[in-house]
Each structure stands twice: as structure tokens, then as C-alpha cells.
């Protein structure tokens, strides 16, 4: 009696276990953790052919990873504290509140794929705030030496705009930024694994005489070479110079951010940054970490359902961390006090330039 009870106990646990196990199989046949994320399967194909070129790491992609960060970092607990409003955090309010929220100075730019993302948002079942923060980790799984990012579902819509003000502008002092991430719930260090994102990157309208500049000379892989770069002696403008928030750049069409070049010199967060140069497994765990809380700034974690597996799984680095050809170690700042900047190849050939992203 009591064998065949303890048999029918196993049976059962091991039922339990295999439908804990299993996995939800969708109308196309593809699975997934959770039933509730087959909804994503149709969004993702559209959002890979009609808004990423068929799985490209290109323009929109870079774009849309800005408007997670522009979304998300509009909290703030301090107003809150004040008795105003302070903001939803990554709610989808700069798309639903869109005239509002695009016209901030900080957001210049990010009408465009505001207003390219809105027909997706229309012609699917999703909350701008999903969307944003969706959109933002399938385009990053298309950029070789990414992280497969996280995603959450299930942030309601947003109530109100946020407040003016709370996005960081380049040409503001390291103080002034890590108090404006720290208000979020951001440290140092989490600031610089975030700015990884500008190793994707270009500008538009810092210098908008030089669309598409990059910030780095591989703004198509998500490599290290963002943080060596703007480690690097500033000697030229791409552009025209004399842009608030950029300062001299080391290499033709490569742009530079006052703020990032702050960053990565001062003491607060210089051996962090430094730490990404020759480290890609560190720089994928700090980027993901830092964009799973990124992208659930103010929202009820305990609401949302772990869809993750549907993000595509993105492909490894190509190249190896290097100095640009025609520069050496000399040309390296130094920053970190403690820990002396690793010893990096020098691409061969003679110094070159790098091309702007093109626009799609
Ligand atoms: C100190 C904080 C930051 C400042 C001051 C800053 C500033 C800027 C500026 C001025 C641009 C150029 C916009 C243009 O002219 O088109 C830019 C681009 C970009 N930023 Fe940031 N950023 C910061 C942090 C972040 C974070 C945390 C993320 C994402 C997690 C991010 C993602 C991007 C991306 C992907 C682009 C490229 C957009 C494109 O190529 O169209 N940034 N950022």
C-alpha cells in the first residue's frame, strides 16, 4: 500500500515536472516558456522584415535602441519626492505622449523612429511601452557580439507625459549625469555598461552637417571598440567643430560625445570603462544586465511575463578588439589609475576613415 502510494506521488511529480518543462508550442509551430508569448512570434517577423531590413544591425536599429534609453530614463524619483509628477519610466509615454515628449531638447532626433515604430504599434496587439522595449532587444540581436537581451511583457499604457528635462544632453558634466542615473536607480558602473549601446551608434544632429557619423569605426558590431576609441587622443572634427556636446574625435568621420569622453576619464568610472576594452564576456553580462533593468524602469516587475526566449540568439563578435590603423598605445589617455590599458593589436595600413552609416 504504502509502495504504491509513494509510486503514484513519483508519477505525479514527474507529470508536474515534465509540464513545468514543456514548453508552449504556437500556431506556427514555433515554442516557447509561456503560451502568453506566441502573441510575439507575428510582431517579431514584422518588426525584423518591415522595420530592420530583413535582420539588419542598421539605422533603425540604432534608433530604436536610443528610444528605449529616451523612454525609459524619463523617472523620476526625486519629483516624485517634490510632490510632481515624475514620470513613467519605460511606459511607451514618448510615443503615446509623442508631441509632447519629442519636441524636449534631449530628444531631437527621435521623432523619426517614433514615427516609423507608431504603424507597428497600430496594426499589432501591444502597449507602446512593450513595443519599445521589444523592438529594442530583437534589433540589438541583430548586431554580431551582442547579448541576447532580456524581455518582460507587460507594461500598461502609459497615463501621462513625462517631465522635460530628465534625459542626460552630451554637454553635461559627469556630476550632473551620474546624479540624473543615480535619481533612477543607476550606479557608475551600470552607467558605463549602458553606454555600451553607443558602440552601435551614430549622430544625426550633433553636427548635422555629418549625418549618420558614428561613434565608433564599427558601429554595425556590438565590439569594444567604442570604449578603446574614445579612450584615444581627440585630434579633429569630423564636421564643422564647435558643436555643444562634441569635442575632437581620433580618426576621420568618427564623432565624439563630450560626455562619453568625460566618462571615460574620470575617476569614478574610468577603470570601468577601461575594463570593456579587451573583455567582451564582461561587456555582454554588464549590458544585459543593465538593459533588463533599463527596460523595466517603473514598472511592476511581478506583473510582467518572462518572454525572453523569443529574442533571437545574436551572432558572435566579428574582428578582435585593435587600435585604429596608424595610432599606437602613445595615443591612448590614460584614465584608470590603477590598471594600465591592455595591450591591443594595431590594425595594418595606413590611417583611415571611417564611412557614416547609411541611412535605410
Ligand atoms: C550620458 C548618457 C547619454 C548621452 C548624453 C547620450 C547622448 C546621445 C547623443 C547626443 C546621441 C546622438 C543623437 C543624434 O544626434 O542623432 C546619441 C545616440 C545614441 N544613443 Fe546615447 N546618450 C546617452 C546614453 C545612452 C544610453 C544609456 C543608450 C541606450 C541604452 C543610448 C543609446 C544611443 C544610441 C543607440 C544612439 C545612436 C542612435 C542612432 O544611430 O540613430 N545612449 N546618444
Redesign the pocket.
Known amino acids: 500500500m504504502a509502495f504504491k502510494l509513494l509510486a503514484s506521488l513519483l508519477a505525479l511529480a514527474a507529470v508536474s515536472n515534465a509540464a513545468l518543462i514543456r514548453k508552449a508550442t504556437c500556431a506556427d509551430g514555433r515554442t516557447t516558456a509561456n503560451a502568453a508569448c506566441c502573441a510575439l512570434f507575428p510582431i517579431l517577423d514584422d518588426i525584423q522584415e518591415n522595420l530592420f531590413d530583413g535582420g539588419e544591425c542598421g539605422?533603425e536599429v540604432?534608433?530604436s535602441?536610443?528610444l528605449?534609453?529616451h523612454d525609459a530614463?524619463g523617472f523620476s524619483p526625486a519629483l516624485t519626492a517634490q510632490g510632481k509628477f515624475g514620470g513613467g519610466g519605460a511606459d511607451g509615454s514618448l510615443i503615446t505622449f509623442d508631441e509632447i515628449e519629442t519636441p524636449f531638447h534631449a530628444n531631437?532626433?527621435i521623432d523619426d523612429?517614433v514615427d516609423v515604430q507608431k504603424p507597428f504599434i497600430a496594426r499589432h496587439n501591444i502597449t507602446a511601452g512593450d513595443f519599445i522595449q521589444f523592438a529594442g532587444a530583437i534589433g540589438v540581436s541583430n548586431c554580431p557580439g551582442a547579448p541576447q537581451l532580456e524581455f518582460l511583457l507587460g507594461r500598461p499604457e502609459a497615463t501621462q507625459a513625462s517631465p522635460d528635462l530628465l534625459v542626460?544632453?552630451?554637454f553635461?558634466t559627469v556630476d550632473s549625469?551620474l546624479a540624473r542615473?543615480g535619481d533612477a536607480g543607476f550606479s557608475p558602473a551600470e552607467?558605463v555598461a549602458?553606454?555600451a549601446?553607443?558602440t552601435?551608434?551614430?549622430?544625426?544632429?550633433?553636427d548635422p552637417s555629418i549625418p549618420?557619423t558614428p561613434?565608433d569605426s564599427t558601429?554595425g558590431v556590438f565590439d569594444s571598440q567604442f570604449f578603446i576609441e574614445v579612450q584615444l587622443r581627440g585630434t579633429l572634427f569630423p564636421g564643422t567643430g564647435g558643436n555643444q556636446?562634441e569635442v575632437e574625435s581620433p580618426l576621420a568621420g568618427e564623432i565624439r560625445?563630450q560626455?562619453?569622453s568625460e566618462?571615460a576619464r574620470d575617476s569614478r568610472t574610468a577603470c570601468e570603462w577601461q575594463s570593456f576594452v579587451d573583455n567582451q564576456t564582461k561587456l555582454q553580462n554588464a549590458f544585459k544586465a543593465a538593459?533588463a533593468k533599463?527596460a523595466v524602469v517603473g514598472q511592476d516587475v511581478s506583473q510582467m511575463i518572462d518572454c525572453s526566449d523569443i529574442i533571437p540568439v545574436p551572432k558572435p563578435v566579428t574582428g578582435q578588439a585593435h587600435l585604429p590603423a596608424g595610432l599606437s598605445h602613445n595615443d591612448v589617455e590614460q584614465a584608470c589609475a590603477t590598471v594600465a590599458f591592455p595591450t591591443l593589436p594595431t590594425d595594418p595600413g595606413p590611417v583611415t576613415s571611417v564611412p557614416p552609416?547609411p541611412p535605410s
Open positions: 539605422e540604432h534608433e535602441l536610443r528605449t534609453f530614463i531631437g532626433g523612429i542626460p544632453e552630451p553635461d549625469i542615473f552607467v549602458l553606454l549601446s553607443h552601435i551608434a551614430a549622430a544625426d544632429h550633433v549618420g561613434f558601429p556636446g560625445l560626455s562619453d566618462l538593459m533599463l552609416v
